[in-house]
């Protein structure tokens, strides 16, 4: 059973770049896609981008000017960097396994999030 | 944008039937996921492609989607379904996945 452990500053100031990752254990981070989700406190969820096991990312195209979404193979793990940040990125984020990077495609495996709080 | 609409909340009685919807522009037309999502915690996958149930699921969870909408039906709601739930979608118009804004399964 993969697992997907997610990791952040907790707390970000505005205009400035939040960074998190999700550390991969039970499976090869090269063989599967993965995605990043987000879900402002109260609120519901919101899909960043994924990337896919060949290197390809694709980003929603509402924030899609400030993510970057890259894989580390040596430490199994995935990034998210989202610039010039404001309050309403506050959010827990997510990350989670995608089937498939087609219409198919659903999310099967969820980290427990991280709060990542933007304020000055 | 593609845009996917749910019901704010739902309320059944323990052991009563549970429909909960998810409504969008020619929505039988694509495949939809589910996801359940407790108090505190992840969420996690109960039907994907439209009707297809992820091991250890209860079979008391099912899904259909065709014309407009797309349903999930709890059968004999337990306690332990009380949850939000999201319905997924794929937009082939901007290669974005989509969430319905969520609805609040009450069993009281």
């Known amino acids: 059973q993969v697992q997907l452990q997610e990791s952040g500053p907790g707390l970000v100031k505005p205009s400035e770049t939040l960074s998190v990752s999700c550390a991969v254990s039970g499976d090869s981070i090269s063989n599967f896609y993965w995605g990043w989700i987000r879900q402002p406190p109260g609120k519901g969820l919101e899909w960043i981008g994924y990337l896919s096991h060949s290197g390809s990312t694709a980003y929603n195209s509402f924030l899609k000017s400030r993510i970057s979404i890259s894989v580390d193979m040596s430490k199994n793990s995935l990034s998210l960097k989202l610039q010039s940040v404001t309050a309403a990125d506050t959010a827990v984020y997510y990350c989670a396994r995608l089937t498939s990077t087609t219409q198919i495609g659903y999310f099967d495996n969820w980290g427990q999030g991280t709060l990542i709080t933007v304020s000055s | 944008s593609y845009e996917l609409s749910q019901p704010p909340s739902v309320s059944v009685s323990p052991g009563q039937t549970a429909t909960i919807t998810c409504s969008g522009d020619q929505l039988g037309d694509r495949y939809i996921s589910w996801y359940q999502q407790k108090s505190g915690q992840s969420p996690v996958v109960v039907m994907y492609q439209d009707s297809r149930r992820p091991s250890g699921i209860p079979e008391r969870f099912s899904g259909s989607n065709s014309g407009n909408t797309a349903t999930l039906t709890i059968s004999g709601t337990q306690t332990m379904d009380e949850a939000d739930y999201y319905c997924?979608?794929?937009?082939?118009?901007?290669?974005?996945?989509?969430f319905g804004g969520g609805t609040k399964l009450t069993v009281l």
């Open positions: 997924q979608a794929w937009d082939t118009n901007t290669a974005c996945w989509v």
